[in-house]
Nanobody, 129 residues
């Protein structure tokens, strides 16, 4: 198993940036493919980004939702057991709870929330206009 804890959310002005972190503990972080989702109250989880690891050197394949791909960057540091989501040009529409997720194996990613095995509690992002 792996435990996930998000951080880095908070209040930011529209147009600003935030970097979210997802710290993992338990089973080796490098074993997992990772993803970020966001969920507004009463709505389904929305895929934001995912990152896998081929197991070779520092190659990380990433994938983004079309709605945010020009404004976000997903990354991971296997040595620190941490994944990141850098978001820029934030708008009020980005305001919601952001959660990280993990699944096996590390080589494959998915945009489907139900295919992830482990979830963090989330970190709230609030964007003021």
């Amino acid at each position: 198993q792996v435990q996930l804890v998000e951080s880095g959310g908070g209040l930011v002005q529209a147009g600003g940036s935030l970097r979210l972190s997802c710290a993992a503990s338990g089973r080796p972080f490098a074993s997992y493919s990772m993803g970020w989702f966001r969920q507004a109250p009463g709505k389904e989880r929305e895929f934001v980004a995912a990152i896998r690891w081929s197991g070779v050197s520092t190659y990380y394949g990433s994938h983004y939702a079309d709605s945010v791909k020009d404004r976000i960057t997903i990354s991971r540091d296997n040595a620190k057991n941490t994944m990141y989501l850098l978001m820029s040009s934030l708008t009020p529409e980005d305001q919601t709870l952001y959660c990280c997720a993990a699944r096996l194996p590390a080589e494959l990613y998915t945009t489907t929330a139900k295919k992830y095995d482990y979830w963090g509690q989330g970190t709230q992002v609030t964007v003021s206009s």
